[in-house]
């Protein structure tokens, strides 16, 4: 190729000159040179957003050559450029003198040695100090001539192409580090005139797979953190392995986890740290748009993630540990469809409630606004304890009328097995909108199959039978076959207040209340255990007894008062 020593025409490098209006994107052209110019590869994303920026902050000028002039008359780009010659990339690539130094800048650009007199001139504006080893490699880049120019053209289109399918957050983790950066020269060595950037793709795609296979751990994993203050009690944040995120909040009731909402973004895991700029929380509801905010976290992998969220309203502070959840959810585990077929009664995001049947790898559901939605549930391929979910949905009054909604599936235990969470969070292509389904239901563990009566304490008054007005204290629990008596979460109990009085087998109360009171004495104390069809059947009460579940009673008889 033709020789860079003559100081020829400039490298444009981008059409046009600058403008009041130019961004941090229309540098990045410039960034991703400036990166082939002296560390001979291309750009990381971070590093690219990062000198865009500061560029455009400047006013910089946006093509090559103009910005090349402008180091030598603006001491604010020149310092810019010059954080690539103090860098510790720098040390550690250019050990030798300024001669070895022009030889390396010459192979990574041009895939040859500089001819002699070329050289001498390089390395004696070097040693004079007229510049620095930056302002050198960026003017050999843009004084290139000839066939020269056409070799940057194609290293510089590798180079971007390189930068842009580093899309996930393994891959930026992977491309880190002096042995990275090495690999990754190595590609760009292998570009000469001949090229075809596009035939190029694949040994591209290759690299970036070397990179991630090798990358050190991510945020990825599932977190707790409490949300003092709010109403909320907890913010549960679970990482996928592609480092999206969902970061579930609400409080917890004795049988479930009660949603209030959901937010989602994509995020970067450095080597301890996480961030994320395109975060949206969908708490607003009556339309009004989700939210928009930014995370940042410093992470222990599959340990904890300290940080905040900040949103408009203010900052969310992030204390979260994997320790916090664990006694209820397991990342690691792998997720099983059979954990979730049978009915569920899940509350929504409108508020409704919805009757779903989840069958194999699908389910379907309607609401009680008379909203009809299908949708799928399948194993996610990590083999985490996450589903992949989409949510399709009818016509109006669904709030989502005829659009699908994707996003996870998350399953697990509560009540020491005795009840079991589903929740299902989904939004949107452009995530402008959003929907969650959860709920909880019993397990063979939190049933039993006929009602149970234990005299605790014998009474000396009056028997109660059918028609008597009785008053009675009670303490409620959710029924746990894996409970110390049976008794897993407590859900009410009127020893706090007053006892309440009702009359006996006319269905005021549930009907394990008016079978299994029948004959109990005033002054007695009675331990009932009561199966869901005694109680609330299939579809529970509230938030706090779910669907099917059996109950456990402590019932002191206060008096009895006959007809």
């Not at 910089?60 to 603006?74: G, K």
């Not at 009566?453 to 009670?474: F, K």
């Amino acid at each position: 190729g033709t020789s860079t020593d003559t100081r020829g025409p400039a490298f444009a490098g981008t059409k046009g000159t600058q403008t009041a209006a130019a961004v941090a994107t229309d540098y990045k052209q410039a960034v991703q040179h400036i990166y082939l110019a002296y560390f001979g590869r291309p750009a990381d994303p971070a590093g690219l957003d990062f000198f865009a920026g500061r560029l455009a902050a400047t006013g910089a000028p946006v093509p090559l050559a103009e910005l090349n002039n402008a180091i030598s008359t603006n001491a604010d780009i020149r310092a810019i450029v010059e954080v690539f010659s103090t860098s510790q990339e720098s040390q550690d690539l250019y050990g030798g003198d300024n001669g070895a130094f022009i030889d390396a800048v010459y192979q990574s650009l041009f895939s040859r040695a500089p001819d002699a007199a070329g050289k001498e001139y390089w390395v004696n504006n070097l040693n004079a100090k007229v510049m620095t080893r930056a302002a050198a490699a960026l003017n050999i880049m843009v004084s290139a001539q000839g066939t020269d120019v056409d070799i940057i053209a194609k290293k510089a289109a590798v180079a971007t192409a390189f930068t842009n399918g580093l899309d996930l957050g393994v891959e930026q983790r992977g491309y880190s580090g002096l042995q990275a950066n090495v690999g990754v020269r190595n590609l760009l060595s292998q570009v000469n005139l001949g090229t075809d950037v596009a035939a190029f793709q694949p040994n591209i795609d290759s690299t970036i797979a070397s990179l991630a296979a090798s990358a050190p751990p991510g945020a990825e994993g599932a977190y707790r953190s409490p949300l003092p203050g709010s109403g909320n009690t907890d913010i549960d944040t679970v990482v996928l392995e592609n480092d999206e995120y969902y970061a579930v909040y609400g409080r917890t009731s004795p049988s479930q986890f009660i949603v209030s909402n959901f937010i989602h973004g994509t995020g970067i895991s450095g080597a301890t740290a996480f961030t994320s700029s395109n975060m949206r929380d969908f708490g607003p509801r009556n339309g009004l748009p989700p939210t928009q905010g930014t995370i940042s976290a410093a992470y222990t992998p599959n340990v904890s993630m300290t940080g905040s969220i900040v949103i408009p309203a203010g900052t969310i502070p992030l204390n979260s540990t994997k320790a916090a959840l664990a006694p209820f959810y397991d990342y690691a585990a792998p997720a099983n469809l059979a954990d979730v077929a049978g009915t569920w009664r899940l509350n929504e995001r409108t508020g409704n409630l919805s009757t779903v049947v989840v069958s194999g790898g699908s389910f379907t559901g309607t609401s009680t606004s008379g909203c009809s939605f299908t949708g799928t549930l399948a194993t996610r391929a990590s083999n985490k304890n996450v589903f992949d979910a989409t949510i399709t949905y009818g016509a109006a009054p669904c709030a989502l009328a005829g659009q699908t909604v994707s996003g996870i599936g998350m399953t697990y235990l509560f009540n020491s097995g005795a009840t079991r969470q589903l929740m299902i969070l989904g939004k949107n292509a452009e995530r402008t909108g959003a929907e969650y389904l959860s709920g909880s239901a019993a397990t063979a563990a939190g049933q039993v199959a006929a009602l149970q009566s234990t005299d605790l304490v014998a009474g000396t008054g009056a028997a109660a039978a059918v028609n008597d007005q009785v008053e009675v204290h009670y303490t409620g629990w959710i029924y746990s076959a894996n409970a110390p008596e049976g008794k897993g979460a407590m859900f009410d109990t009127s020893t706090t207040t007053k006892p309440i009085a009702f009359k006996l087998g006319t269905g005021v109360v549930i009907a394990g209340w008016d079978q299994g009171l029948v004959g109990m004495q005033a002054g007695g104390k009675r331990r009932l255990v009561i199966p869901a069809s005694l109680a609330y059947g299939v579809n529970g009460s509230g938030t706090k007894i779910p669907g099917n579940a059996s109950l456990v009673f402590d019932v002191e008889m206060v008096s009895v008062t006959k007809p």
